[in-house]
């Protein structure tokens, strides 16, 4: 993270302070999860709440260590990186969920994601151009 750079976005200001202070990458996984998990309750509909069966749950814990995995790799990427380049590298995966909505549901892309599919990779493609450039100086 670069002082006076990154700190303009709250996300990542926030994510500084947390670092900076002290925190662990995997404190402040815990600190997201229990949010996640906490802030919800008051909107949750109990009355139509039931019982998953076995697979279901095998699918929910799969997909909760999943997403776990993934936040804690996304706060070492913005420990270890420039904010600005690896928030530049997440819009990756607008390509990658046009894709998936293609080979799972059959989902033919708009030309408008298509066109935002093509610009994520031009940039990011540019990006990495530029920092290998930067790197060999």
């Known amino acids: 993270l670069r002082l006076g750079h ?11 302070v947390l670092l900076s202070a002290g925190m662990t990458p ?20 109990w009355s139509a709440l039931s019982t998953p069966n076995s697979q279901t749950v095998v699918a929910i814990l799969l997909l909760g260590s999943v997403s776990f995995l993934g936040q804690y790799c996304l706060t070492q990427a913005y420990r270890l990186e ?3 380049v690896v928030a530049m590298t997440r819009y ?12 799972v549901w059959r989902e033919l892309p ?21 920092l290998q450039r930067k790197k060999s100086v």
């Open 82 to 84: 420039r904010a600005g």
């Open 110 to 130: 708009s030309v408008a994601g298509l066109t935002g599919g093509l610009m994520i990779l031009i940039a990011s493609f540019r990006l990495s151009r530029l």
């Open 26 to 45: 995997k404190e402040i996984m815990l600190g997201f999860l229990a949010a996640a998990t906490v802030l919800p309750i008051p909107f949750v509909n």
């Open 92 to 103: 990756i995966g607008v390509l990658f969920h046009l894709i998936l909505g293609y080979i």
């Open 6 to 16: 990154d700190q303009l976005y709250t996300y990542y200001r926030d994510l500084a």
